[in-house]
């Protein structure tokens, strides 16, 4: 039945893109976990009607739309629903952000920035695509910083920021 479901609203999305602003809210109890991803790759790259799915989405939307990101073919015109996302105070959203698309398009400074917002949330810096290949000295500065904060605080260090400064 979901089956059905996901396959007749992705061809709706297909014949009219504005269905997807009906479908997209229902489409992971109605059509299971990889239906929001199904509707978007039907929307083709349409990157308007993604930011509009995006801003009125709530957080397990958005997350469907920052988790979708790298199949949809944007190139860098989402950055800016990355940024939104590392301005969350959702765990789980700013993790997205700093997925493979985040990482592949996010300026060095944002990326630090989000790095640093991981850390201060507690969310694993394993969570964070690319890291070791964006790691550079300015972020492991930003880094040693905040431990030498966090010391002088008597507070612990997180230990995957010790194993990087």
Known sequence: MRDEWQ???V?????DPDAIHLLFPQAERKGGPGARRAL????????ARIRNLYER???????????????LDLGPAA????????RAND??????ALGPYGSAWLDDHAFRQGVLKCVFMSIPLAAVTGLQRRFDAELARMLSDY????????????GDVLERI
Not at 91 to 96: E, G, M, P
Request: aromatic share 0%; hydrophobic share 45%.
């Open 57 to 71: 989405g709530d957080s397990g939307e958005r997350l469907a739309i920052l988790s979708a990101l790298p199949e």
């Open 11 to 15: 061809r709706r999305v297909e014949a």
């Open 40 to 47: 978007l790759k039907a929307l083709g790259g349409d990157h």
């Open 147 to 158: 431990a030498a904060e966090l010391r002088a605080a008597d507070r612990p260090v997180p």
């Open 79 to 86: 950055v800016d629903l990355v940024e939104d996302a590392l």
């Open 7 to 9: 396959t007749e609203a």
């Open 91 to 96: 765990t789980r959203l700013v993790a997205a």
